[in-house]
Each structure stands twice: as C-alpha cells, then as structure tokens.
C-alpha cells in the first residue's frame, strides 16, 4: 500500500514557475514508477510526466522542455517543476503511483493515487 500526497499549487501568472511536490508513505514506495497527470474542468485526466525508479523520464508533449519531473527516493518525494507556465495549464495536478517498470500513459494504469494540488495560471 502507497499512500500520497500532492502539495504546491496556487495561483500564478502566466510566464511564472511553481514545484509541485508529492510525498509518499508506505513500503517499497521506491520500486515504484511515478507520474503526475492533470485534470481540467470538463476535461479527462490528462499524462503530465512520469518517472522509473532509475529516474528515466517521459513527457507530454504539451509540457516537454518547460516541465521537469524527478524523484529523491531517500526523502519519499517526488516533483515536478513547472516553468513557463500557460493558462492552459491550468489544472488540479495530481500524483501517482505504479507497479511495475514502466511508465504508462493511460490513468487507468496507476495503483494510487493523491487527492490532488490546484494549479491555476492566469493570463
């Protein structure tokens, strides 16, 4: 069992920076590939980036160059700094975890989940 909990968001303007961090509890937290997702109002819940154990990274293509995610596993927290940040981007951000390997895309392919951090950009 992994429990997590996302931390971070807030209001920002357009062109400004936020890290969101996620923490998580539980045993063998380490083994665990990571990802952030996004979910805007009427939208699905979007892939932002996700990370292996071994800290291999894949993004969206929508953040790719403006968003960085990594993982310190001896502190159990994982981030994700956003740069540039666009209206568009607003969003509840959350993290989550998965069993296995490989990042994965799709949400319905991570075990837990956080209950998700606010991020709004305003133009």
């Known amino acids: 069992q992994v429990q997590l909990s996302e931390s971070g968001g807030e209001l920002v303007q357009a062109g400004g920076s936020l890290r969101l961090s996620c923490r998580a509890s539980?045993?063998?937290?380490?083994?665990?590939?990571m990802g952030w997702f996004r979910q805007a109002p009427g939208k699905s819940r979007d892939f932002v980036a996700g990370i292996t154990r071994s800290a291999d990274t894949l993004y969206a293509d929508s953040v790719k160059g403006r968003f960085t995610i990594s993982r310190n596993n001896a502190e159990n927290t994982m981030y994700l700094q956003m740069n540039s940040l666009k209206p568009e981007d607003t969003a509840v951000y959350y993290c989550?975890?998965?069993?296995?390997?490989?990042?994965?895309?799709?949400?319905?392919?991570?075990?837990?989940w956080g209950q998700g951090t606010q991020v709004t950009v305003s133009s």
């Open positions: 989550a975890a998965r069993s296995s390997l490989w990042i994965a895309k799709g949400d319905s392919d991570y075990d837990y």
């Open positions: 539980g045993r063998a937290w380490s083994s665990y590939v």
